[in-house]
Each structure stands twice: as C-alpha cells, then as structure tokens.
C-alpha cells in the first residue's frame, strides 16, 4: 500500500512575534500550502471517525454550488482535496 502523503523535510519555525506583534513570515511557498491542504483533506477523508458521517447540505446552498442533499463526508472531502490538486 502506497502512503497517502510523503514527508520530505520538516522546517520547525518559530512562533515569536516581531516588534509590530505580527508572526514571522514562515515564507511557505504557495504550492506548498496547497499541497498541505490537499493532503490534509485526504487524511480526514480516510480517518475511521469522520469517513462514514454524513453531511447535509440545505437547499439555499446551490446558490453556492453545492447539491441539496446527504452527502459523505469522506468521499465530499477527497473530492474537494482531488478538485485542489494542483
């Protein structure tokens, strides 16, 4: 069995703040956010808690792209996480 995500290097960066009291800019590249993201959706979707709940989604929410109706949250969120796949 293929892993669903493969870690290539860990960065640890600090959560101080600078003097404005912002955080410091991690400079995580886009794609690299993305990715994270995606993966992140993929995880939850196969998780043996979450994978077999069900979702409604209410008829206003069409405007917004979304069909009416019981969905699985498993297979609604590897569908989002293939859908963001860059």
Do not use: W
Request: with cysteine; proline share 2%.
């Amino acid at each position: 069995m293929e892993p669903i995500i493969k870690i290539k290097k860990i960065k640890i960066v600090s959560s101080k703040s600078n003097k404005k009291g912002e955080i410091i800019n991690t400079k995580i590249k886009k794609h690299e956010k993305m990715q994270a993201l995606v993966d992140t959706l993929r995880i939850i979707a196969v998780d043996k808690h979450l994978k077999d709940k069900t979702v409604l989604i209410p008829d206003d929410c069409e405007k917004y792209g979304f069909a009416k109706g019981d969905h699985n949250l498993g297979k609604l969120l590897y569908f989002l996480a293939d859908m963001l796949e860059e």
